[in-house]
């Protein structure tokens, strides 16, 4: 990445967030339901 071009650990670090963030999100919302009904294509 040109923002850590001189940090793999800078980069590692700020990707782990992003990870743990998402990973996080996506464990609450697998219970997350929906009532719409989707138009046919």
Do not use: C, I, N, Q
């Not at 963030?21 to 009904?37: G, K, N, P």
């Amino acid at each position: 990445s040109a923002l850590y071009a001189d940090d793999d650990l800078a980069m590692l670090d700020a990707g782990m967030a992003v990870y743990d963030a998402l990973f996080a999100w996506t464990r609450h919302a697998v219970a997350e339901t929906h009532t719409w009904v989707p138009k046919p294509a």
